[in-house]
């Protein structure tokens, strides 16, 4: 299964952040993006869209991305939520995937990183 020519959401409040995401994933061949900055933004998007699968920081203003995943399970139980965070803590990795996450991902993201994320998304079916 192609993969490549899905959407992506990149939900980050930096945009240095999410750019560096796009740039590793247009690398990848993807080419369909969403970026947002704020969760609840991204929760509307992600109903009005339903991309293939959401990278989202860990820490955000107002809705963080554990609220954002439990969000998002909620409305699609079949969302691959992959979460990020630059505090790698052993805690916030096993709530996320308690709570249903894809995968989680310390920052920096890099090309390996997303290759991991890739390898996943194909292994989980549809």
Request: glycine share 6%.
């Amino acid at each position: 299964m192609n993969i490549m020519g899905k959407k992506v959401m990149i939900l980050d409040d930096q945009e240095f952040s999410r750019a560096t995401a796009i740039t590793l994933l247009k690398n990848k061949g993807f080419k369909e993006f969403i970026e947002c900055s704020d969760a609840q933004d991204a929760l509307e998007k992600y109903k009005k869209t339903k991309p293939y699968f959401v990278i989202t920081d860990i820490i955000l203003p107002g809705m963080s991305g554990k609220e954002f995943l439990k969000k998002v399970l909620e409305f699609d139980p079949k969302a691959r939520v992959f979460v990020m965070s630059v505090l790698s803590r052993e805690e916030d990795m096993r709530d996320c995937l308690d709570l249903g996450s894809a995968g989680f991902l310390s920052k920096p993201l890099t090309e390996n990183k997303i290759e991991h994320v890739i390898y996943a998304l194909k292994h989980m079916g549809d």
